[in-house]
């Protein structure tokens, strides 16, 4: 009777526990999708969530018929290699990349992993692809790269600032490649305007970065875009206003966070963009056949409460040709 009794109770487990492992089969058996970011996660969650959205409007969900493995090296660039290695070892069927510094690091570890670029500086630049319009090897995606947009930035501010004389460019020599600063330089000097180039590779280095361009008589800044100056946004905006120096920024999380203006492309849209990407080479898509994409238009954003602080006017011209208006 005893042994009856542990038989019933035995199968009634195994009943229960089935479902359990074809549960755990099955997700073993889902597309995985691999996430990396130099950036704290938590610093780009309107660019993850904007990815989440792309993918559920091609009829995906986590868990349900993929797989995202999610890493972040926050900020410690070294990371990089040993966290590619790990989503390789996932057998991941993708990795998305978040900035520049992880799509190198992926490229440098694997030539086989498909790789999508949710956004990137100058690709070919930085020796990522070929060319945008036939990228070849293993990588794809997004790059906000444009010949025009420094030139823009430069107008904007000193439509901002009419008494702009010597212009600050800040920016991390380990990122984005010289595209950005050499575009930037030339557009300064279409305009006589003397540049002086601050390079900051770590956080730590700010402050004095805002000093040595207070010594060099900075009255306007450029800051390029870079995964570690957007964690440090608020301390980079905190900065400038208190050496009371305008600033533009390549990215509009920058306005939000205190900063003066941005003439910038929409990173949610890339990145919402990027799932389209995932799919076609999850459908059996060649990453080097799909053309590196540049975004079809540029926002402006303006803080106003920045500019109260800064003593400064915004014109009205301007105002009306903003796409975002914080007060």
């Known amino acids: 009777?005893?042994?009856?009794?542990?038989?019933?109770?035995?199968?009634?487990?195994?009943?229960?526990?089935?479902?359990?492992?074809?549960?755990?089969?099955?997700?073993?058996?889902?597309?995985?999708?691999?996430?990396?970011?130099?950036?704290?996660?938590?610093?780009?969650?309107?660019?993850?969530?904007?990815?989440?959205?792309g993918l559920r409007d091609l009829g995906y969900a986590e868990g349900r018929n993929i797989t995202i493995d999610w890493r972040s090296a926050d900020d410690q660039w070294d990371r990089l290699p040993a966290l590619v290695a790990e989503l390789v070892s996932l057998n991941v069927a993708v990795i998305v990349t978040a900035e520049s510094p992880a799509a190198?690091?992926?490229?440098?570890?694997?030539?086989?992993?498909?790789?999508?670029?949710?956004?990137?500086g100058d690709p070919v630049a930085l020796g990522l692809v070929a060319s945008l319009a036939s990228p070849g090897g293993n990588i794809t995606g997004f790059t906000t790269v444009s010949t025009e947009l420094p030139s823009k930035e430069v107008e904007l501010l000193k439509e901002a600032v009419p008494k702009l004389s010597r212009l600050a460019v800040l920016t991390n020599p380990d990122n984005l490649g010289p595209t950005a600063l050499k575009y930037t330089e030339m557009a300064a000097r279409a305009l006589a305007l003397p540049v002086f180039v601050q390079e900051v590779r770590d956080a730590g280095a700010l402050a004095g970065a805002f000093s040595a361009m207070t010594k060099e008589r900075a009255d306007g800044l450029i800051v390029l875009p870079d995964p570690m100056f957007l964690t440090q946004r608020s301390q980079i905006a905190e900065l400038a206003a208190r050496a009371r120096l305008p600033a533009i920024y390549g990215i509009a999380e920058h306005v939000r966070a205190g900063g003066l203006m941005s003439y910038a492309a929409d990173r949610a849209v890339l990145f919402r963009r990027a799932a389209i990407y995932?799919?076609?080479?999850?459908?059996?898509?060649?990453?080097?056949?799909?053309?590196?994409?540049?975004?079809?238009?540029?926002?402006?954003?303006?803080?106003?409460?920045t500019a109260k602080t800064l003593g400064l006017t915004i014109p009205q011209s301007l105002l009306l040709r903003a796409d975002e208006v914080i007060q």
Do not use: C, W, Y
């Open 1 to 53: 009777m005893k042994d009856r009794r542990t038989f019933i109770r035995s199968a009634a487990l195994s009943v229960f526990a089935i479902p359990l492992v074809v549960k755990a089969q099955q997700l073993a058996r889902l597309p995985r999708i691999g996430f990396l970011s130099a950036a704290p996660l938590s610093s780009i969650t309107a660019r993850t969530d904007a990815f989440r959205q």
């Open 104 to 120: 190198i690091a992926a490229k440098k570890t694997t030539r086989t992993v498909p790789i999508v670029m949710a956004q990137s």
């Open 278 to 305: 995932v799919d076609k080479i999850l459908h059996g898509a060649q990453p080097g056949d799909l053309p590196i994409e540049r975004p079809l238009r540029f926002e402006l954003a303006i803080n106003l409460k």
